[in-house]
C-alpha cells in the first residue's frame, strides 16, 4: 500500500467525499499502489487505450501497450514503495508530489522523490501522466 506521510495525511482536503476530484486522487493512490505491489496488468487498466504516458529519459510511452512495455520490460525498478506527501487535484488534473525507495534491477538501492501530473478523462481513466525527478545540483 502506498504510503502516505504525516505531511500529506489529509491528501483530500477541500474536496467533497464524492467529488470528481477526490476520486481522482484516489485512482491515483490506487495507481502507485498497483505499482508497489507489482500488478502492473491491473495498473495499465487505469490508463485510457489511447494514452500517453512522458518519462524523463524516454520516448514518450504509447497507449496501454506502450505503457505495459515499459513497467514489464524497461523500467529499471525491481521493487520499491512510493510514499505521497501531496496531492492537488482541480478539475481532471490530479498533482501529485513523494518520494521513493526501492531496490533496481543490479541491486543497488533507488531513493529519490518525484512529482507526477495526471490529466482524466470523463470517466477517471488517466489519459496523459508526466513524471519529474529531483535532481540534486
Known amino acids: 500500500m502506498t504510503t502516505i506521510s504525516q505531511a500529506g495525511a489529509d ?3 477541500g474536496h467533497a467525499e464524492d467529488s470528481p476530484e477526490a476520486a481522482a486522487i484516489a485512482r491515483v493512490i490506487r495507481h502507485f499502489d498497483l505499482i ?3 500488478d ?3 495498473m495499465v487498466l487505469l490508463f485510457a487505450p489511447d494514452a500517453i504516458y512522458h518519462r524523463p529519459g524516454h520516448a514518450p510511452f504509447l497507449g496501454r501497450s506502450g505503457i505495459r512495455h515499459f513497467y514489464t520490460r524497461q523500467r529499471p525498478i525491481r521493487s520499491g ?3 505521497l506527501e501531496t496531492a492537488i487535484a482541480h478539475g481532471r488534473n ?3 508530489h513523494g518520494s521513493f525507495r526501492g531496490v533496481l534491477h543490479d541491486d543497488s538501492p533507488v531513493d529519490l ?7 482524466v478523462d470523463e470517466d477517471g481513466a488517466f489519459l496523459r501522466r508526466d513524471t519529474f525527478f529531483f535532481a540534486p545540483h
Not at 113 to 119: I, L, Y
Open 11 to 13: 491528501l483530500f482536503a
Open 36 to 38: 508497489d505491489a507489482g
Open 40 to 42: 502492473m496488468a491491473s
Open 81 to 83: 514503495r512510493h510514499a
Open 94 to 96: 490530479v498533482s501529485v
Open 113 to 119: 522523490r518525484f512529482s507526477d501530473f495526471f490529466v
